[in-house]
């Protein structure tokens, strides 16, 4: 019997969110660029007599432990389409901010299907991990995949995205968290104030060609131009101060910049790997933000960094790689 599984999932940035209106089941319409980036969380899945959640890191006491984690209800969506008892311990190493507008939440939901998958030797296809990750959020797949995505629908339906060499980003976390569905209602109240009262009149969202074309060729100065998030103006109406930061990022030589998703996370583009250190450091110095970190990508979505442990023929456990 395997004593763990560890699967290590990263954060995602989005270079592109274009946001529709709000759709009759209370969601809307994205057109997404999902940019995976180093920044990870790692979930190790144990055996155990019930379902129960630990967390490490810095901001570990803002992690929920209660079956409202998005892993733990990996578990038992995982453990209810199998028939299998969900009795696992799932121990989150958080390295993705929390409630940051970079997807750790679901980044833990992706990991523990992964995990609980292996664990479990359910051997689900990859099609019924994404039809269960869409069931768990909006960006669950994404987190699973990996890579550059466009998320169209409410963000769960990928289409892969081509993309040159590696990309620099630098990310300012800040101190607390913003709630994704405040930050989405916060966008409504916005445009309902602007004029664009009904949910019709906001155009259908779509990508932008030059986005696309700076992923392609792998430009970085093109892609930071191309940079745009419609959920910008809400989290800075919530967190005006996040206008600090992002000015505080342009005027140490960032060559993009926008909030990560629903923030407060603000997500800058350098031009290569030195830029962006000198550039993670001015942002700390600034005061504007509580750390600044580097981070490329893009990178692979959640996987196996640990083979299962299994008992050596003449000795002590060993690991099966
Ligand atoms: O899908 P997920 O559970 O991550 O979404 C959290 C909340 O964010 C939703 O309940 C909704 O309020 C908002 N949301 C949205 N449109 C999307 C994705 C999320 O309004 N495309």
Same mark, same amino acid.
């Given at each position: 019997m395997q004593s763990s599984i560890t699967v290590r999932v990263p954060a995602k940035v989005n270079a592109q969110l274009a946001v529709g209106g709000r759709r009759s089941d209370g969601y809307h319409g994205v057109a997404s660029v999902f940019f995976s980036v180093g920044l990870y969380d790692e979930v190790t899945v144990t055996p155990a007599d019930r379902l129960r959640i630990t967390v490490a890191g810095t901001d570990a006491a803002f992690v929920p432990t209660d079956p409202s984690n998005l892993a733990a209800k990996a578990a038992l969506l995982l453990g209810a389409r199998y028939g299998i008892e969900p009795n696992v311990h799932l121990h989150i190493d958080k390295g993705i901010p929390v409630a940051g507008g970079m997807a750790g939440g679901s980044a833990d939901g992706a990991a523990a299907l992964v995990g609980c998958d292996a664990l479990w030797? =359910?051997?689900? /296809?990859?099609?019924?991990?994404?039809?269960?990750?869409?069931e768990l959020g909006s960006d669950v797949p994404f987190s699973l995949t990996g890579g550059v995505a466009l998320g169209e629908g409410r963000g769960e339906r990928l289409t892969p995205v081509p993309t040159a060499g590696s990309f620099h980003w630098v990310f300012a976390t800040a101190e607390g968290g913003l709630s994704t569905p405040a930050v989405y209602g916060e966008c409504d109240r916005?445009?309902?104030? =602007?004029? *664009?009262?009904? /949910? =019709?009149?906001? #155009?259908v969202p779509a990508t932008d060609p030059a986005l696309l074309e700076a992923l392609r060729t792998g430009d970085p100065g093109a892609l930071g131009a191309a940079l745009r998030n419609d959920l910008q103006a809400a989290a800075l109406s919530l967190r005006p101060a996040l206008a600090d930061t992002l000015r505080a990022g342009t005027d140490?030589?960032?060559i993009g910049a926008l909030v990560s998703g629903s923030g407060p996370t603000c997500?800058?583009?350098?031009? /290569?790997a030195a830029a962006a250190a000198a550039l993670a450091a001015a942002l700390t110095?600034? *005061? =504007?933000?509580?750390?600044?970190? #580097?981070a490329e990508g893009p990178v692979p979505g959640a996987v196996l960094v640990r083979r299962p442990l299994v008992p050596a023929p003449n000795g002590p456990v060993s690991r099966a790689d």
């Open positions: 030797g =359910t051997g689900a /296809d990859r099609s019924v991990l994404l039809e269960l990750a869409a916005l445009r309902e104030l =602007t004029g *664009g009262s009904s /949910d =019709t009149e906001v #155009p140490a030589g960032a997500a800058f583009v350098a031009k /290569d110095a600034s *005061g =504007t933000c509580r750390t600044a970190r #580097p």
